[in-house]
């Protein structure tokens, strides 16, 4: 591949090492690529809101795209200046074929006006304060920019198809953990879409486009991406699709890569 026109990549497990950190190697690459006028886009499951410590570890101003595609957030403003919303009612649609599948399923919700809201029966994996859970019904109500679902006895892939079986194509499923979430966007929503209107948006074709990653929400950036890399610790289906595997997240595996470059 000659050198990238814009170099894309997931955070945690990608960049972000396994005790939060991003180590200086790949900081200082990162300057180096935008000191070369090369963009580089943060590509993550993240909501906005879990940002700050990134920038903070980074320095990094610009954009960043979140929550699978549907939020292009300015690092700088820390402003939403873009969005794809799931509707309420195809989010409602999708609560209820879920639950008709699953009926221990659980929901939660990120939005762009509220945050984080969740059903009684959804358990965080983080501590919440002044949080009253609310039917999903209620959460969904204007549209979200994400569905979340938990089931207590169905891990991240076996969830991930028993969820793929009972929705079909009325909206975008996938996960980026082994915790047992499922996330959910809006029909034709991902991280590739995402990316591919900022690369339009900076006149980069696809081919000139490298992306990193590790977990199946970045199946469909790696695929879209002219050279897709994965991480040595990246899902296994990641593994089988990438264009080339680097080292871990914790060998700074995203630097080893671009280096060859910047």
Same mark, same amino acid.
């Given at each position: 591949?000659?050198?990238?026109?814009?170099?894309?990549?997931?955070?945690?497990g990608?960049v972000?090492?396994?005790?939060?950190?991003?180590?200086?190697?790949?900081?200082?690459?990162?300057?180096?690529?935008?000191?070369?006028?090369?963009?580089?886009?943060?590509?993550?499951?993240?909501?906005?809101?879990?940002?700050?410590?990134?920038?903070?570890m980074?320095?990094?101003?610009?954009?960043?795209?979140?929550?699978?595609?549907?939020?292009?957030?300015?690092?700088?403003?820390?402003?939403?200046?873009?969005?794809? @919303?799931?509707?309420?009612?195809?989010?409602?649609?999708?609560?209820?074929?879920?639950?008709?599948?699953?009926?221990?399923?659980?929901?939660?919700?990120?939005?762009?006006?509220?945050?984080?809201?969740?059903?009684?029966?959804?358990?965080?994996?983080?501590?919440?304060?002044?949080?009253?859970?609310?039917?999903?019904?209620?959460?969904?109500?204007?549209?979200?920019?994400?569905? @979340?679902?938990?089931?207590?006895?169905?891990?991240?892939?076996?969830?991930?198809?028993?969820?793929?079986?009972?929705?079909?194509?009325?909206?975008?499923?996938?996960?980026?953990?082994?915790?047992g979430? @499922?996330?959910v966007?809006?029909?034709?929503?991902?991280k590739?879409?995402?990316?591919?209107?900022?690369a339009?948006?900076?006149?980069?074709?696809?081919?000139?486009?490298?992306?990193?990653?590790?977990?199946?929400?970045?199946?469909?950036? @790696?695929?879209?991406?002219?050279?897709?890399v994965?991480?040595?610790?990246?899902?296994?289906?990641?593994?089988?699709?990438?264009?080339?595997?680097?080292?871990?997240?914790d060998?700074?595996?995203?630097?080893?890569?671009?280096?060859?470059?910047?």
């Amino acid at each position: 591949m000659d050198q990238p026109l814009l170099v894309a990549t997931d955070l945690d497990g990608t960049v972000v090492r396994s005790d939060g950190t991003i180590a200086q190697r790949t900081r200082d690459v990162i300057g180096r690529i935008e000191a070369a006028g090369v963009p580089f886009v943060m590509v993550t499951g993240r909501p906005p809101r879990w940002m700050a410590p990134i920038v903070e570890m980074t320095g990094h101003r610009g954009l960043a795209i979140c929550a699978n595609g549907a939020l292009v957030y300015d690092l700088h403003t820390e402003q939403v200046v873009d969005s794809n @919303l799931l509707d309420e009612q195809a989010a409602g649609e999708v609560a209820a074929a879920l639950r008709d599948a699953l009926p221990d399923i659980a929901f939660a919700t990120e939005r762009t006006d509220h945050g984080f809201g969740h059903e009684h029966r959804y358990k965080p994996h983080w501590e919440l304060a002044d949080h009253t859970p609310m039917p999903v019904e209620e959460l969904v109500a204007g549209g979200v920019v994400k569905l @979340l679902a938990r089931h207590p006895e169905l891990g991240s892939d076996d969830l991930l198809a028993a969820a793929r079986a009972a929705v079909g194509d009325r909206a975008t499923l996938t996960h980026s953990s082994n915790d047992g979430l @499922l996330e959910v966007s809006a029909a034709g929503i991902s991280k590739a879409t995402g990316l591919a209107a900022l690369a339009h948006q900076h006149g980069v074709a696809a081919e000139r486009v490298i992306a990193f990653g590790d977990m199946p929400n970045d199946l469909p950036m @790696l695929s879209w991406a002219g050279r897709g890399v994965a991480v040595a610790n990246a899902h296994p289906e990641v593994l089988e699709v990438a264009d080339e595997v680097t080292a871990s997240n914790d060998d700074d595996g995203v630097a080893q890569v671009l280096e060859r470059w910047f």
